[in-house]
Each structure stands twice: as C-alpha cells, then as structure tokens.
Nanobody, 124 residues
Framework: QVQLVESGGGLVQAGGSLRLSCAASGRTFSRYAMGWFRQAPGKEREFVAAIVWSGGSTYYADSVKGRFTISRDNAKPTVYLQMNSLKPEDTAVYYC?????????????????WGQGTQVTVSS
C-alpha cells in the first residue's frame, strides 16, 4: 500500500519556476512507477510526466517537454516535478500517482494510488 502527499504548489508569475514534491509512505514505493497529472477547471485530468521505478526512464506530455523534469529519490521516498518557464496554461491542480504496472504511463487508469493534489497558479 502506498500513500501519497503532494506539496510545493503556489502562485507564480509566468516564466517562473516551482518544484512539486510527492512524499510516499509504504515500503513498496520503489516498486512503483510514478506519474504527475493535472486538472484545470472544466477540463479533464491530463498526463504531465512519469518515471519508472528505477528512475532510468522518463516520459513527458508534449506540452511540458523541455520545461518540466520529473525525478525520484527512492531512499526518501519522494518524487519531484521541477517546473520551469511556467505559463498561465499550466495553471491546474497537480496530482501525483503510483502505478504497479510497467506500461501505459500516460493513462490515468494505469495508476492505483493518488495524492490529494496541490494547486499551481501561474499569473500572466
């Protein structure tokens, strides 16, 4: 069983940076792939980034590629999302999620555990 708690959200101006953290509890964290998703008001939840259990492979949505970086520290255990060059369209609630599977990382149905979310607001 894995429990996830996000932090690090807030209000930032366009062009700024934020780093989100997702602290996990549970001894099996290192066996899970981890993902970040976001949901803006009136929109469906969308994939942002994912990282495999070893940290050896990462995946990104086209909209964030080159601006966001996902990483993990299995010893802590925590997953991070470094967000640079933020845009107003990045405004959303950001969720981290854990998946015991090794496929379909961009699809929410792959993930079995979710955090409560943290708000990110980017002003223009």
């Amino acid at each position: 069983q894995v429990q996830l708690v996000e932090s690090g959200g807030g209000l930032v101006q366009a062009g700024g940076s934020l780093r989100l953290s997702c602290a996990a509890s549970g001894r099996t964290f290192s066996r899970y792939a981890m993902g970040w998703f976001r949901q803006a008001p009136g929109k469906e939840r969308e994939f942002v980034a994912a990282i495999v259990w070893s940290g050896g492979s990462t995946y990104y949505a086209d909209s964030v590629k080159g601006r966001f970086t996902i990483s993990r520290d299995n010893a802590k255990p925590t997953v991070y999302l470094q967000m640079n060059s933020l845009k107003p369209e990045d405004t959303a609630v950001y969720y981290c999620a854990a998946s015991p599977n090794s496929y379909l990382y961009s699809q929410a149905k792959t993930y079995t555990h979710w955090g409560q979310g943290t708000q990110v607001t980017v002003s223009s």
